[in-house]
């Protein structure tokens, strides 16, 4: 008898009708010979009425107070599941985040997952019920209602999943699973059918949306099997596991891009020690997040240049922070920036042990005509700053050059 | 300084605007140098809506999981709550009935409480904030959520102000406090400045919807004095409080009446011992609860009568009951009963020490060619079941009678 997790978002659960809907599945699966424990999003759209309520009342809504409004939701949802499922003639009984004591640190609204306590599930579990968990929301050492942010049923069904043991983890959604790229720009992207947690981390940090980052996190540190797959369809969709043999066969897994980038220049600053803090510190102490940073090489006239890229919604804000940073450290070349810029990017765990990968791709990108601005590397991937009217074709070129749109690993000759 | 519990029901929060128009008012009394506690219950008609969901999911909702999914309306209430008030400039913190411990049998819909830890809000009332709980629901000692049951939050509000042992409970309601008989039937009704426990009790329970009679048993179990008053004027309204010499002067407080019941009598019935017991069991087991029950003395013939009250929607599946009954009994009468009848009631403490209420009572309904079918005392009131057609008129009439529609205090021998 496995023991198997089912996370399902929103849409899958929107109206009474799509409630029964999951009902039937989990208990298909239930009368596999299986013991189940289902994690529940809100509504879709439940998320926005009430956040609608909290800026009636308040500009800057109370953190503490946020959390206590929008936890309601899966209070509805996973009470409605249990009913569901007992109207199907099975028994079910529902837990809210503090009742199975899902402890986070107290940072209301992006709190962090601390411990589970699985008592109490695994004691229903072996009385034959199907256990349904509220998603999203935990519980203070003091008994404070927190939240984990958008995304953060995916990190509850992991968690609840490694405290379990878990057999594996299946993650409902509205696609099938992990492309190899973006199906609305290559016809031939395919669904990957296994992907390493650290290849999932780097496709889900660039831009893929399909799960959300800090549940790879956890489900690589406890090595739980994450199913990643389409409510609508029967079909198995992407497994998410620990690197195996196999894999490193395949080079490249997926090509991804980001289009939610901004890249900023300032030129000409004199290359002394301290000048990247003095630049960074004032970006950093207005909360923006800074991506990739690439210093070059002082070419001998005691000058360097600063390039890095951050959200697309802070370049505005960036820039006008700059300003006072250019007349204090007294940087000839100014500013220059471009908020139309896309991250491409390669992944793959084979590329450790493959040389030229890199280069290959800075070919393709050639080939096209598309100029490269900046270029970051990891073990498991490489990423390019490209214009972004150049996105599709730089997609479908590097999906093309290593071969990820047919079924077969490509051979290593072709790509080095 | 003192400290004030308030209740405001879900008309009084049933949209952001509401809910603002409350915290000015509970500020306004903070600022007056009182420590505030406010009770909320759920936007009016979330119930309904929440409760047609679980109507979708099964015939016969789960009765845990139905208190799950109500309960997360006071969670919306209470957090807008905190934010209008944070918003007004001043402080504010929620609490779920989970997380101040209000602690509940498990009678899942229609929990009792059994005790509050308020040791979570003194200590936040000390530090300067408005404290505001949800009302209608519960903990059991199992960490499972119950909730109260309709009017549940009168309950809360008044067992906090107990655990507490606050100067006062405020409920705010749709109406002006309590009057000396329904204002539509009598336009010379007036409003009650104040009333005793034991007479709400009787008012309460005979039809009087301003306050939930668990809330007034527990305000008396406690002695906090209770405050019954509009959220939409500034008047004083009536206080339910114990007790007190001068009210002893005033014989009849109010007339009430309700026509939610149904009469029955079952004739010609041997008078054995244990036949009360062969009538009353299968209802009982039916779930129908029974109001008066009345006993005609046998007249030498071996025969009684049993007449008896239940709520006019059991009175159909009452009659039906009966008819096996009323073989195994041989009562040679047969049933007979009207489901078009009213209870009419007259309630005071100050009956206590005063005869012939009960005759003026009836003699007043005589004169008015009103034919009295049962009737039922106890120590402070006197209620008389007539034909539904009469009920405004002998409201109008015994409202004159003992004078409540004027200011002063009736004199004593106009009634006896």
Redesign the interface.
Known sequence: MALIVQKFGGTSVGD??K??NVAKRVLKKKNEGNQMVVVLSAMSGETNR?TE??L????M??L???D??L???E??T???F???V??LGDDC??F?G??VKIETDNSYTKARIEGIDSDRITKELDSGKVVVVAGFQGVTET???TTLGRGGSDTTAVALAAALEADACEIFTDVEGVYTTDPNICDNAIKIDRITYDEMLELASLGAKVLDIRSVTFAKQYNVPVHVRSTFTETEGTWVVAEEKAMEGKIVSGVTYNKNEARITISGVPDQPGIASKIFTPISNADIIVDMIIQNQDTGNGETDMTFTVARTDYQRTLQLLESVVKQTGAKGGIHGSDSITKISIVGVGMRNHSGIASTMFSVLSNEGINISMISTSEIKVSCIIEERYTELAVRALHDAFELGKESVPEEETLS
Chains 1, 2 share one sequence.
């Not at 009636?56 to 500009?59: I, K």
């Open positions: 009474p009708e409630i029964k009430l309520f909290a009636a009342m308040q500009d809504p109370d503490r107070e946020m206590v409004l936890s309601s939701g209070q509805v996973i009470s409605l249990a009913m569901a007992k109207a009984i529902s809210l503090d009742q008994g404070d209602i």
